[in-house]
């Protein structure tokens, strides 16, 4: 429909659009610093103003989007960055882009505060957070007494066509859910057959494969699904922002992924980029980011300092045995055949 302005209105509208145009031309002067990270807008906005806080010449941008999503983005620009820090991830997805060439070695002041498996030989990345990924349901609708208190339970019949995952493809934290299922196979039989196995009765149970973790919790919350796997701090923010959401360890163990983060190689501003890897790695930013968005902080020096929720998480959680070399080997090897062979073509099977 198009509307025909009064003449009334007119010289305001031209002052207006030479007062727009007139901010237009006026450029930001702080120096950009992109991050690339899966860590979403909780985190990311919060680095982002203690950043900017501490350095106001400099202005932090985020593009928000999957781990794989970050890897891929970055293989594709690798002769011209675009990005300066990958902010996030699980470290096998980061020791994927240490063999392309993807990220520049920086050891940073905090290195020795982080487990000696949480830290590239060569420097390339660090373990920043870690991040555990457990089955999550809606408690508002299912009990808890009903609940899945195992791995095995999602294969319950009582659950076909109730389960939500994110699409494993796009995301690292499904990636690393699928390495912990495919190793333990291997572990304990000699071979991922087993794991393909329960994968493709999962499959069999799962409603769908959501695109991303926004539209995950919003079909879990409207009961288009009752369960799904995911991680612990997106769970606890959307708990604190009144979802239904319930979440549980699995006694037999639950993966626990090395969140990482590395300096792009030949990235626009590499000091500030350091600084910023410096500063999100401090003790203060780790318990802000506990205290604030329920990271589980990687530094092993914090001990009385964590919030109670994350000290109880360390109490109740058994981490799950991972052979994360193996996963760094052989994943993308796994998820392509999982891709090919199971999606969509689950053979459910009497328990």
Same mark, same amino acid.
């Given at each position: 429909?198009?509307?025909?302005?009064?003449?009334?209105?007119?010289?305001?509208?031209?002052?207006?659009?030479?007062?727009?145009?007139?901010?237009?031309?006026?450029?930001?002067?702080?120096?950009?610093?992109?991050?690339?990270?899966?860590?979403?807008?909780?985190?990311?906005?919060?680095?982002?103003?203690?950043?900017?806080?501490?350095?106001?010449?400099?202005?932090?941008?985020?593009?928000?989007?999957?781990?794989?999503?970050?890897?891929?983005?970055?293989?594709?620009?690798?002769?011209?960055?675009?990005?300066?820090?990958?902010?996030?991830?699980?470290?096998?997805?980061?020791?994927?882009?240490?063999?392309?060439?993807?990220?520049?070695?920086?050891?940073?002041?905090?290195?020795?505060?982080?487990?000696?498996?949480?830290?590239?030989?060569?420097?390339?990345?660090?373990?920043?957070?870690?991040?555990?990924?457990?089955?999550?349901?809606?408690? =508002?609708?299912?009990?808890? #007494? +009903? !609940?899945?208190?195992? &791995?095995?339970?999602? %294969? $319950?019949?009582?659950? /076909?066509?109730?389960?939500?995952?994110?699409?494993?493809?796009?995301?690292?934290?499904?990636?690393?859910?699928?390495?912990?299922?495919?190793?333990?196979?291997? =572990?304990?039989?000699?071979? #991922? +057959? !087993?794991?393909?196995? &329960?994968?493709?009765? %999962? $499959?069999?149970?799962? /409603?769908?494969?959501?695109?991303?973790?926004?539209?995950?919790?919003?079909?879990?919350?409207?009961?288009?699904?009752?369960?799904?796997?995911?991680?612990?701090?997106?769970?606890?923010?959307?708990?604190?922002?009144?979802?239904?959401?319930?979440?549980?360890?699995?006694?037999?163990?639950?993966?626990?992924?090395?969140?990482?983060?590395?300096?792009?190689?030949?990235?626009?501003?590499?000091?500030?980029?350091?600084?910023?890897?410096?500063?999100?790695?401090?003790?203060?930013?780790?318990?802000?980011?506990?205290?604030?968005?329920?990271?589980?902080?990687?530094?092993?020096?914090?001990?009385?300092?964590?919030?109670?929720?994350?000290?109880?998480?360390?109490?109740?959680?058994?981490?799950?045995?991972?052979?994360?070399?193996?996963?760094?080997?052989?994943?993308?090897?796994?998820?392509?055949?999982?891709?090919?062979?199971?999606?969509?073509?689950?053979?459910?099977?009497?328990?």
């Amino acid at each position: 429909m198009t509307f025909r302005l009064r003449r009334a209105f007119q010289p305001f509208l031209l002052t207006l659009s030479l007062v727009l145009a007139a901010g237009a031309c006026r450029r930001d002067p702080r120096t950009p610093l992109v991050l690339y990270s899966p860590h979403g807008r909780d985190l990311l906005g919060l680095v982002e103003t203690e950043f900017e806080r501490a350095h106001p010449e400099v202005d932090v941008r985020w593009l928000d989007m999957g781990s794989q999503e970050v890897y891929d983005r970055l293989k594709s620009e690798k002769s011209n960055p675009q990005a300066d820090v990958w902010f996030g991830g699980p470290d096998t997805i980061f020791a994927r882009a240490v063999q392309d060439g993807l990220l520049a070695p920086y050891r940073p002041p905090w290195a020795e505060h982080v487990a000696p498996e949480s830290r590239h030989a060569g420097d390339l990345y660090f373990g920043l957070y870690r991040t555990p990924a457990m089955p999550v349901y809606n408690s =508002r609708i299912v009990a808890a #007494p +009903d !609940a899945p208190r195992e &791995w095995d339970d999602l %294969l $319950d019949p009582k659950w /076909k066509g109730k389960i939500l995952i994110r699409d494993p493809l796009a995301s690292g934290t499904m990636r690393a859910v699928w390495g912990y299922v495919l190793s333990k196979s291997v =572990r304990e039989t000699g071979s #991922p +057959d !087993a794991g393909f196995a &329960w994968l493709s009765r %999962l $499959d069999a149970q799962t /409603k769908e494969y959501v695109f991303n973790p926004i539209l995950l919790y919003e079909k879990i919350v409207r009961g288009e699904g009752l369960i799904t796997i995911w991680d612990l701090p997106d769970t606890l923010l959307e708990r604190q922002r009144g979802s239904p959401l319930q979440y549980v360890f699995p006694k037999s163990g639950t993966p626990v992924i090395d969140d990482a983060i590395g300096l792009v190689a030949g990235c626009r501003h590499p000091e500030l980029a350091k600084q910023f890897i410096d500063f999100v790695g401090e003790k203060s930013l780790q318990r802000l980011a506990a205290e604030k968005t329920f990271r589980l902080p990687a530094r092993t020096d914090l001990g009385d300092e964590l919030p109670e929720w994350a000290r109880a998480v360390e109490r109740e959680m058994v981490p799950a045995a991972m052979d994360w070399p193996l996963v760094e080997k052989d994943g993308s090897a796994w998820m392509s055949t999982w891709d090919r062979t199971i999606r969509g073509k689950g053979i459910a099977a009497a328990r």
